[in-house]
Every structure is written in C-alpha cells, then in structure tokens.
C-alpha cells in the first residue's frame, strides 16, 4: 500500500484525540462489592493506541484534557512515561475539574468481566478547539480518534467531529474506531452520527458485531467492508475475530479489506491466549495496524503486527500495552514461521 507521507515531513506519526481516565480495581479476582482496595491504572481508548505506536518507535502525541491538580499530573507522567507527547495536553482549572473513573471486575468463569462508569462531567468533556494551537492540525501524518469520544457529550462529538474536518483539510489521514459502547450512547445516535463522520475516514476499524447490529449492515463480512469503503470513501477497513471459550482464553484474528486491490487479508490466528487482561485488547490491534500502514506501507505487515499486538496486550495488565519494537517483531516472526521460541527468553 502506497501511503502518501514520502513529503510530509510531520512532528508526529499520529496524534490522537480521546479522554484519558483511571481505572480502578480489585485485588486479583474479587468482586468490587467485596474488595477492600483497588489499583489505579491510567488508560483511555485513544492513548492505548498512540502509546501502542509510541513503544514500537513511533512519534505519537494526544489531544486530551485534565484537571490540574495531583490527578492530572499522574496522567501526565504516564503518558511520558510511554513516550507519548505531552505538549498536546489541556489542563482545567476550573473548580468543576476531575478525572473520569471507570471501575473493571475481572472475570473467571462463568462470571463475565465487568465494567461499570464514573465519568460524567470530568474535565474532558468541556474540552473546546479554541483551547487548541491551529498549527496541530498540519502536524501529523495520521489523526486518530473513536466512537468513545463522540458519544461522551455532545459538546466532545462537535469537537471531534469539527477536528476531524481540520486535519483532514490538511492532508492527514483519518483513523476512526466506531468501538460502539450501549452504556454510552443508544444505537440511532450512535449510527446517524458515525454515518456523517464516514465520508471523512480513511482507515475504519469496526467488529461485525457492530456492523450487523448498530449500524444495519448486512451480508458476508468480506461485503460488507466492502461497502464501506464503495459507500464512504474508505481506503481500508479492518475487522477483528474474537473467539471467547472463557475468560481466561481467548482465540484472535483479524481481516483487513483493502479497496484499491479489492482484496481481503488476514493472518493466522493466535489460539488459545492466555488471558490475563482483555481491556485494551482491541486499541493494540489498531496501533499494530496503523504501525505496518506507516513503517511497512504493507496490509499484509499491518494485519501481522495488529494480532500479535493485541494478542500480546491480553497478557499485560491494565488498559495500555507494554511491548516494544524488537519483541513484536520476534513475536510477530516466530508466529508466523511455525518456529518453536523455546520456553522461556533468556
């Protein structure tokens, strides 16, 4: 696949536009009606991709907004931590300023992983484009958000919505993940809304279950991303295949269509992963993708690091992942080769 980024000479490789939140939760497996302490962990659907990209080499940046006291700062650390750009941060001062909170019950079968939100009115959600310096919308290669950040409030779906028309204007690609959440916003809003934002998108991630379901689609996987792409303008869309046998174990691969060939690729599945955290699973896919599209200009390269990122994420705890360069693409080999890595690395 022939990007056209030989002569854009960019600060970033992405810049992402996302609410960054603390997850609390319990020790281990106990349930929160029980547990006596809980872990914090930074995360949000937008930094686990630009953070992603970052560990495998990449120059990331996120658009986010937090409060400006203790918590805001622990964001902040975080995301240097990862290497991600902070000078894109906006910080609330104003004294209604908090951090989203979301709360995560790990799962063990048959009790399901549970997820359950403390989120409204946190400082994100006011966040506005006169807060913005113009000069970011020329200064990235690709822009990245999701459907999470355009059903928290009406005032974050302008926004991403009129930023999304600004990079685009500027010759940025755009990456959008339709990641449908019910308990954010019901289906109607949800589809009128991702159809407007369509016409604009140049790589979409979105499930088939979201497909069939949310947004009415029917016929063959393989059909249906096709659509999108003769319908929107789309340049690829990249759907995954999750298989749960239990929490615990998942099986996962991927498919990606590619409009000027015609042609869908996938990969071989990852079976039986281990699981030790799921959350974040699919936020590894996008930026595996999104590292092959840039590094490689290869679906075939794309689709490789996108499952083995997410099927390595499953394995790490809390929302963002924690591989780098060198050790996907040993995974990414070894799997790919039928090779036998030994037992352990050393």
């Not at 990862?82 to 995560?104: A, Q």
């Not at 807060?131 to 290669?141: A, F, G, H, Q, V």
Request: charged share 25%.
């Amino acid at each position: 696949m022939e990007l056209n980024t030989a002569d854009m000479h960019k600060s970033f490789e992405v810049i992402g536009l996302g609410e960054v939140m603390l997850r609390l939760s319990p020790s281990g497996h106990e349930r929160l009606s029980q547990c006596e302490t809980l872990e914090n962990r930074p995360g949000g659907s937008e930094l686990n991709v630009v953070s992603g990209l970052s560990l495998l080499g990449l120059r990331t940046g996120i658009v986010t907004k937090v409060p400006d006291n203790a918590m805001g700062r622990l964001i902040k650390n975080k995301i240097r931590f990862y290497g991600v750009s902070d000078d894109l941060l906006i910080y609330d001062t104003s004294p209604e300023k908090r951090i989203g909170i979301y709360y995560y019950e790990y799962g063990a079968y048959p009790r399901k992983p549970a997820v359950t939100y403390d989120r409204k009115n946190s400082s994100f959600n006011s966040i506005s484009i006169s807060e913005m310096d113009p000069s970011i919308y020329s200064e990235t290669k690709v822009f990245h958000t999701s459907g999470i950040t355009l059903a928290l409030s009406e005032n974050t779906r302008k926004t991403a919505i009129e930023m999304i028309h600004r990079f685009k204007e500027n010759g940025a690609y755009i990456s959008f993940d339709v990641n449908y959440r019910a308990n954010l916003w019901d289906e109607e809003t949800a589809r009128k809304t991702i159809l407007e934002v369509l016409p604009y998108v140049d790589f979409l991630f979105v499930s088939e279950e979201t497909s069939r379901r949310m947004m009415n689609r029917k016929g063959t996987i393989e059909e249906i991303m096709r659509d999108y792409c003769e319908e929107f303008g789309a340049s690829l869309v990249a759907c995954t295949n999750r298989i749960v046998k239990s929490p615990k174990c998942h099986s996962f691969n991927s498919t990606i269509y590619y409009h000027a060939e015609r042609h869908c690729y996938t990969g071989k599945t990852y079976e039986n992963i281990d699981v030790i955290d799921r959350i974040g699973s699919g936020d590894a896919y996008v930026a595996g993708v999104l590292f092959g599209l840039l590094k490689y200009g290869s679906i075939q390269e794309a689709v490789n690091y996108g499952n083995a990122m997410s099927a390595m994420k499953n394995t790490v705890i809390g929302d963002m992942p924690a591989s780098d360069f060198e050790e996907m693409s040993r995974i990414v080999r070894q799997h790919n080769s039928d090779q036998n890595g030994g037992e352990m690395e050393r």
